[in-house]
């Protein structure tokens, strides 16, 4: 099983929907978590830090349920440009120590 | 956010021979960076870990004599494939964190696309 699991998808959805990414975890160590985008053939680059609190910033909204070691992503309106892939990244470890763990990603299509 | 920047940005070597990939932190002191392997559509995969001035870290599966990690400054990273094969055609992406806590975000360099012919 790995450490942080995504739908691979692809979700296809028209302009304007709403779509909602989850993600899970195996480790409870994992300390700080993360939604990053990518573009192909492109690095990731960081969308937003997900806080036990939830967080929402404009369209997007994320939670985390450490309990269920659980994390969510929630894109509202969706636009064309948000056609990408979308990283689930989980923080294990303290300190040094700490590593930075990818999900698979879920391939997200906007259409017209 | 900080710049990371990684060079070459394209490769292609011979079967056999070695590719060094750089990978600078130009604004801040990495004192982690990360290495990551990502194959056509499949997510990026932990390769190792590098705090400075010490070993490298390396993931399960991932041999350490073949993929040679320096982490010699605050600001320098860098993997070196050696005796390169085919099956070593990939996209490398380094990434580097700041000092502190674990809640800061990673930043990545633009990535390395290495075909070996």
């Known amino acids: 099983r790995k450490e942080v699991e995504q739908d691979p998808g692809p979700f296809n959805v028209p302009e304007g929907a709403t779509v909602a990414f989850n993600c899970t975890y195996s480790n409870s160590a994992s300390q700080s978590f993360f939604w990053y985008r990518q573009d192909c053939r492109k690095e990731p680059k960081l969308l937003m830090s997900v806080y036990s609190s939830g967080n929402e910033d404009g369209r997007f909204t994320a939670q985390l349920n450490r309990a269920s070691q659980y994390i969510s992503l929630l894109i509202r309106d969706s636009k064309l440009s948000d056609s990408a892939t979308y990283l689930c990244v989980v923080n294990r470890g303290y300190s040094s120590a700490s590593k930075i763990i990818f999900g698979s990603g879920t391939r997200l299509s906007i259409r017209p | ?117």
């Open chain 2, 1 to 117: 956010g900080a710049v990371v920047s990684q060079h070459p940005s394209r490769v292609i070597c011979k079967s056999g021979t070695s590719v060094k990939i750089e990978c600078r932190s130009l604004d801040f002191q990495a004192t982690t960076m990360f290495w990551y392997r990502q194959f056509p559509k499949q997510s990026l995969m932990l390769m190792a870990t590098s705090n400075e001035g010490s070993k490298a870290t390396y993931e399960q599966g991932v041999e350490k004599d073949k993929f040679l990690i320096n982490h010699a400054s605050l600001t320098l990273s860098t993997l070196t494939v050696t005796s390169a094969h085919p099956e070593d055609s990939s996209f490398y992406i380094c990434s580097a964190r700041t000092a502190g806590t674990q809640n800061t975000e990673a930043f990545f360099g633009q990535g390395t696309r290495l075909t070996v012919v």
